[in-house]
């Protein structure tokens, strides 16, 4: 069993959980992720680490609510426990002393984008990090990566707040204007780490993108993480979630995303149905009550 | 004292007339709507007539067939006699997992098949019998964890819990070390709870043998992966361990690297089976983890992995279940019940047939597999003879699933990140076949991890030695002394017959 210390809603269906691990925090590193599960009758949903607080042994994760199990987690709070927390998965991001390193996170691909630009500044690197969402109010985790890179930039879809367009507008101006840069890792949804790796293809660009391809175990067992790397097939769980990104068969990638999609609306409806049942049951109980 | 009436045991002449007693079972056309058992098992009194069939022969054939030497007429014996606890804790002086054993041994091909009835009658059925009394001694509570020794002091951390690691785990317990045994899934068994459906091998009776490590004193810390959280190294040098046993089991699928592999539908068995099994997609929405099997689908291979896919794919609803084989009916190597429990169900076999690419539509989902039909050439390494494509023979099956039960290899983990643990060509872990020791001192392994694929029965038996390695290992006793105890009890038991 493993403890909720903090729990905080970042931005809407965004949360961030603090999780006693102290084993797990020990070992991990950036670029790695874990598996949760709820509870006896829950799926194993992998999550990114957020970020690794070495001290006192606190892994952090971000939730975004996208189905039922997501969704249910997010209704946890403080003091709740989550019945397995599985890890360090996967191969660490490569941190070596690069140069000029440009970090780049949409959605919740940002939060894992922290531990890894942190440990890429203190490798030697220079970093500059480059985020994006489609709203102000559901940018993330700025204040902590304004802290670990040089540089922090920003662009939202509507113009909002920062630069008014995608991530790559961003790269793609920083490219124009003649910036060195020696390497990306793109971390955040497929689209968007296909938008970016077609603009580093032609300059050539050494750019990883961590895959989150569909997983059960995590530990090479079943296959079903499976994505098309450089023509050969892979499991990101073990050979990833790293990967180069001017090899990835994104299209590949994005029809496996959706192999559940029929099951997985009805689960999480659902869900929803429950819960408004459950919320409308209280309200009734709570009436009676007044009365 | 008996649980059972004694039977009078017929003369030995009559014996043969007595017909096999046949397991009640489950209506195929019922069964394929549930994931419960298939056999009822044996009642009491069928146990004991089929018991009363075996002829008590001297030098007992059944027992040769045995990888783990059962005391076969020995148990028989008991079960005859309505000792059937006396009768389950026979089996358990060599075998561990009876309950287990006795319904995912492939009987027919081991003790079944040497008996001296198999030639002009059927054979004792000694595997349904096994299954009786260790299901008898379990319902009735009296499975009792021995009186164990004084702590030796040594601990002992077994990787892996299937029936390797449950099987190092209560030896070692049991000769008074401390045992923490370490799974990277969140329930322990191994294949035995991820990969053999409930409709074989109950998921209560795995749940039972590592309740029984527990009240051993084995410590079973599930969700662990070792070579990610803690090396083997680390193990020995940090956490205090004075031997680790590897029985993490051949758990990496093979796929076939033919076009059109990734499309949607198209899952690994242990992919399959893992959703099925383990997280128990077949009652979604219940539980939270989907499946899909479509109407259309074809499973690859002639295993029991390939069977149980194939079935379970039927109790989820397909239409059309295949079995697509290269070979033919003869060369399966899956258990003679599986295959002819999969034929009840009205699974449709395709031998002499393999797949060479998958079509797909626009969506990424396959929809049709294109095959060759094979031929049987000269034999191969295996001894079986080998399938040839006949050019031209190419032809379309629709599918919307495909199960791929080809295979499996073994996890590079933990070999990875254990330096100087030698391994073979096929990734498999070398021991000393006496000890079990790996080419580290200290470190031994058993199972699926060493063999490639096998039986529950190889890998318990190779647990068995691997304690008896270990216990020597870390008491400091010379390695091979216990073989010259077991070849005294070999005399002595041949001087009492
Ligand atoms: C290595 C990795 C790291 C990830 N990191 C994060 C993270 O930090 N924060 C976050 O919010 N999400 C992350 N994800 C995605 C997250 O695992 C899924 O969103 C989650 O499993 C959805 O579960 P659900 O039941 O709520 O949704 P569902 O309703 O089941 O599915 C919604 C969508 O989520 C995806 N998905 C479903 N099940 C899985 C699964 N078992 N594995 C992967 N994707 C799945 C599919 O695209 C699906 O269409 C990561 C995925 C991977 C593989
Ligand atoms: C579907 C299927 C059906 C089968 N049917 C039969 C049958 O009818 N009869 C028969 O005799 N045999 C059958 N077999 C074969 C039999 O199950 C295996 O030979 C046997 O289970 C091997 O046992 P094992 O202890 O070596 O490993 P496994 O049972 O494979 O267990 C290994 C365990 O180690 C864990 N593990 C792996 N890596 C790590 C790590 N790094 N850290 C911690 N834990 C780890 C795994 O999660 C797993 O739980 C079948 C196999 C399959 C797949
Ligand atoms: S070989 Fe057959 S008949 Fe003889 S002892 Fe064994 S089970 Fe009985
Ligand atoms: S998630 Fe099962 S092999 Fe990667």
């Known amino acids: 069993m493993f403890k909720i210390l903090e729990k905080e809603e970042l931005c809407d269906k965004v ?21 949760l599960r709820q509870n006896e009758s829950g799926e194993r949903v992998p999550m990114s680490i957020g970020g690794l607080d070495k001290e006192n042994g606190i892994l952090t994760v971000v939730i975004q609510e996208v189905g039922k199990t997501s969704a249910s987690m997010n209704r946890m709070k403080a003091g709740d426990f989550f019945a397995d927390v599985v890890g360090p998965l996967g191969i660490p991001s490569h941190v070596e002393k690069f140069g000029h390193c440009v970090c780049i996170g949409g959605g919740v691909g940002i939060p894992p984008i922290y531990p890894i630009a942190q440990a890429l500044k203190e490798a030697g690197n220079k970093v500059t990090t480059i985020i994006g969402s489609r709203s102000k109010n559901l940018l993330i985790f700025e204040k902590e990566l304004s802290e670990a890179s040089d540089q922090l930039l920003v662009s939202t879809d509507d113009g909002s707040f920062g630069t008014h367009g995608f991530v790559t507008t961003i ?48 530990t090479g067992m079943c296959g079903a993480c499976r994505v098309t790397v450089g023509g050969q097939t892979k499991f990101a769980c073990v050979d990833g979630p790293d990967f180069d990104g001017h090899e990835v068969d994104f299209d590949e990638m994005t029809k496996r995303l959706k192999m559940y999609s029929r099951y997985e609306k009805i689960a999480y409806e659902k869900f929803l149905d429950d819960e408004h049942c459950r919320l ?12 | 004292m008996a649980d059972f009436k004694k039977y009078e045991p017929l003369p030995k002449k009559d014996r043969t007339k007595v017909p096999r007693q046949e397991m009640p079972q489950q209506d195929p056309l019922e069964r394929i709507k549930n994931f419960m058992e298939v056999p009822h098992g044996l009642s009491p009194e069928a146990a004991q007539i089929e018991a009363s069939r075996c002829l008590e022969c001297k030098k007992p054939l059944c027992m040769d067939g045995c990888p783990v030497e059962v005391d076969i007429p020995g148990f028989i014996r008991l079960v005859m006699d309505g000792e059937f606890i006396a009768a389950a804790r026979k089996i358990k002086e060599t075998n561990a997992l009876p309950a287990v054993c006795g319904r995912v041994c492939p009987q027919e091909e081991q003790c079944e098949k040497v008996c001296v009835l198999t030639k002009k009658y059927r054979p004792v059925a000694i595997g349904n019998l096994e299954r009786f ?18 702590s030796t002091g040594k601990k002992i951390a077994v990787v892996g819990s299937g029936p390797a690691g449950i099987t190092v785990a209560a030896d070692l317990a049991q000769m008074g070390h401390k045992v923490v045994m370490y799974e990277a899934l969140h329930k322990a068994g191994g294949v035995l709870v991820y990969g053999i459906p409930e409709f074989r091998l109950p998921k209560k009776i795995v749940a039972a043998e590592i309740d029984y490590l527990r009240k051993l ?9 070792i ?42 068995a242990n992919e399959f089976l893992t959703r099925s099994n383990l997280m128990g997609a077949f009652k979604f929405p219940e539980n939270d983890t989907p499946i899909f099997a479509g109407e259309n689908v074809a499973v690859l291979g002639g295993g029991n992995t390939a069977m149980d896919s194939v079935r379970t794919s ?22 003679l019940d599986e295959i002819h429990h999969a034929e009840q169900e009205g699974v449709q076999f395709k031998f002499l047939t393999n797949p060479v690419r998958y079509m797909g539509d626009e969506n990424g989902w396959v929809r049709a597999m294109e095959c060759v039909k094979m031929e049987l050439g000269e034999p191969d390494a295996s001894g079986r003879r080998r399938p040839v494509v006949i050019n031209g023979s190419n032809f379309t099956i629709p599918v919307d699933t495909v199960v791929v039960a080809v ?32 080419s580290r001192p200290g470190i031994f392994a058993g199972g699926d991890i060493v063999t490639g694929g096998a039986t529950v029965i190889l890998a318990a038996g190779a647990g068995k030695v691997a304690a008896r390695g270990i216990h020597n290992y870390v008491m400091g006793t010379p390695f091979y002394a216990d073989d010259d105890k077991k070849g005294a009890k070999e005399t002595e038991s041949e001087t009492k017959k």
């Open chain 1, 280 to 291: 409308g049951k209280q309200v009734k109980q709570m009436d009676k009550q007044d009365r």
């Open chain 2, 133 to 150: 009394v260790a299901d008898y001694e379990r319902e009735a509570g009296a499975v009792m964890a021995p009186k164990l020794p004084p």
């Open chain 2, 227 to 268: 070579g990610k959280l803690d090396t083997v190294d680390e193990l020995m040098e940090q956490e205090g361990f004075d031997a680790v046993f590897i029985g993490t089991g051949a758990g990496l699928p093979n796929f076939m690297k033919i076009e059109g592999e990734n499309l949607n539908g198209i899952y690994s």
């Open chain 2, 314 to 335: 039927l109790r989820l609803g397909a239409k059309n279940a295949y079995i697509i084989y290269r070979r033919s009916r003869n060369e399966m190597p899956a258990r």
């Open chain 2, 407 to 438: 295979g499996n290899s073994s996890n590079p983990l933990i070999p990875q990140t254990t330096p100087g643990l030698e391994t073979n060509r096929w990734g498999n872990i070398k021991v000393d076949d006496k000890t079990m020791m790996s």
């Open chain 2, 217 to 225: 004193g084995v410590e079973v810390i599930t969700s662990y992966v």
């Open chain 1, 171 to 218: 790269l793609q101006k920083m490219l124009d204007d003649g910036v060195k840069i020696d390497m990306v890792i793109a971390i955040g949804p497929v689209p968007m780490m296909k938008a970016v790796v077609n603009t580093t293809r032609k300059p050539k660009i050494k750019t990883y993108v961590s895959l989150n391809p569909i997983m059960v175990d995590g």
């Open chain 1, 15 to 35: 949360h961030r959980f603090r999780i006693e691990a102290p084993r797990i925090v020990r070992k991990a590193k950036a670029g790695q992720f874990v598996i």
